[in-house]
């Protein structure tokens, strides 16, 4: 599970894994791993809709939106920037216990964000170089918005590149069971000045259909 932390996570990785998600794994493999994205200032966004949940977001120009079904039964979009793939767009779908019906269920918005970042110490706090650990984790603002949590953060492993995150949570009814939608936007560090205001618009442009 350690794994599912980490920003450069390999998708062979996870859609291997079968095991039954906890609700700290379910979080996490949401929004806070797998791929990132590049661009100058914002760009204008063309809408990806996802017809097998009915959601939709924005997507620059040329970034082809990629569906994967993995075998714990989360599914995955991703579009990377065909120009560096380092940069990119997922959303991941998990489903959930029905009567998980708002991200209340998993907790308030500090306690999710604690869930969001690597954690060590036992899962006590999240990673930081002053602490000793190989991975530095910081929570930089987050917000509740229409019953969605959102996040901005950086995940770095020592002797590694820093990334930037922006994430967003929601929960999505689903016939008659509850999905944890997670739509997620990422880069290097050194991209993510030019990045940002794109990046802030595919959160925003986030839609619930259904």
Not at 37 to 58: C, Q
Not at 142 to 164: F, L, M, V, W
Request: net charge neutral; hydrophobic share 35%; proline share 5%.
């Amino acid at each position: 599970m350690l794994c599912l932390h980490f920003a450069v996570i390999s998708l062979s990785s996870s859609s291997s894994s079968s095991a039954p998600l906890s609700r700290r794994a379910i979080l996490v493999g949401g929004g806070a791993a797998l791929l990132p994205v590049h661009s100058a200032v914002a760009e204008s966004l063309e809408t990806y809709t996802d017809s097998r949940y009915g959601v939709s977001f924005g997507l620059p120009a040329g970034w082809t939106a990629v569906p994967q079904q993995l075998a714990d039964g989360r599914r995955l979009v991703i579009a990377s920037d065909p120009k560096e793939e380092s940069s990119n767009v997922f959303i991941a779908f998990t489903p959930i216990r029905p009567d998980y019906s708002s991200l209340g269920s998993f907790g308030t918005i500090d306690y999710v964000a604690n869930t969001v970042l690597p954690q060590c110490g036992d899962l006590s706090y999240a990673c930081s170089f002053e602490r000793g650990d190989g991975v530095d984790a910081k929570m930089l603002s987050q917000a509740s918005t229409k019953g969605n949590y959102i996040y901005d953060y950086s995940i770095e492993q020592k002797g590694g590149p820093k990334r930037r995150l922006q994430s967003l949570f929601t929960i999505q009814a689903d016939e008659g069971s509850s999905i944890l939608v997670g739509l997620t936007a990422q880069c290097l560090d050194d991209r993510y000045a030019g990045l940002a205001p794109t990046f802030k618009e595919v959160i925003s442009s986030y839609k619930g259909l259904k």
